[in-house]
């Protein structure tokens, strides 16, 4: 029995991108909480990071919903450039397979 390695890669990148949406929006969550007691923070670089790895849809819908890192802005813009380079990269990939 032979499996499909396409369907093997798209099952693990979905998962992928599951699990790190769900880690985006559990460190937004954690570092709103400790903003609000003044606990220990996560630095934004690892913030950042975990938008850039894929998690980019979660972080915007936890800045959005928990109000949180929205007047910082050099932390907005950043998180927005990272959407657009996942949304242009997006684009371009689905351009390419469509060719």
Same mark, same amino acid.
Do not use: C
């Given at each position: 029995?032979?499996? !499909? /390695?396409? @369907?093997t890669?798209?099952?693990?990148? =979905? @998962?992928?991108?599951?699990?790190?949406n769900?880690?985006?929006w559990?460190?937004?969550?954690? !570092?709103? !909480?400790?903003?609000r007691? +003044? =606990? $220990? %923070?996560? /630095?934004? %670089?690892? *913030? &950042?990071?975990? #938008?850039? &790895? =894929? @998690?980019?849809? #979660?972080?915007?819908?936890?800045? +959005?919903?928990?109000? +949180?890192?929205? %007047?910082?802005?050099?932390?907005? +813009? %950043? *998180?927005?450039?990272?959407?657009? #380079? $996942?949304?242009? $990269? &997006?684009?371009?990939?689905? #351009?390419?397979?469509?060719?």
């Amino acid at each position: 029995m032979q499996t !499909d /390695p396409t @369907g093997t890669v798209l099952i693990a990148t =979905g @998962g992928y991108l599951v699990v790190i949406n769900i880690l985006a929006w559990l460190a937004f969550s954690y !570092d709103k !909480d400790q903003s609000r007691i +003044h =606990g $220990w %923070r996560i /630095p934004e %670089r690892r *913030l &950042l990071l975990l #938008a850039l &790895l =894929g @998690g980019w849809p #979660a972080a915007k819908l936890a800045q +959005h919903r928990l109000r +949180h890192k929205t %007047r910082k802005q050099p932390f907005a +813009h %950043r *998180l927005n450039m990272i959407v657009m #380079a $996942w949304v242009l $990269w &997006l684009i371009l990939m689905t #351009a390419m397979k469509v060719m």
